[in-house]
C-alpha cells in the first residue's frame, strides 16, 4: 500500500511527517509506519493516491475540508 501511494502522511501525536515513498527513505519510513506488533500504526487510510498512518487530529481534520 505504502509503495503505491504518491504521498505519505504519519502521524504520531501532535507530529506528522511527509514522506514520498520513492524517494529512497524506505527504511525510516517503516521505522515511523510499524507499531511494536509489526504491522500498520492505526488508522491506517487511503484516499486517492495518498496514504494516512497513525492518528494527528489536525491530519484528519485536512480531509474534511
Do not use: H, W
Not at 49 to 57: A, H, L, S, T
Amino acid at each position: 500500500m505504502i509503495a503505491t501511494a504518491e504521498k505519505l502522511s504519519v502521524g504520531r501525536g501532535k507530529k506528522v511527517q511527509d514522506f514520498v515513498p520513492d524517494d529512497g527513505q524506505k527504511d525510516e519510513i517503516l521505522k515511523v509506519c510499524l507499531g511494536r506488533t509489526g504491522n500498520l500504526r492505526a488508522p491506517t487510510a487511503r484516499v486517492g493516491k495518498r496514504v494516512y498512518v497513525g492518528f494527528n487530529e489536525e491530519m484528519y481534520r485536512e480531509l474534511t475540508k
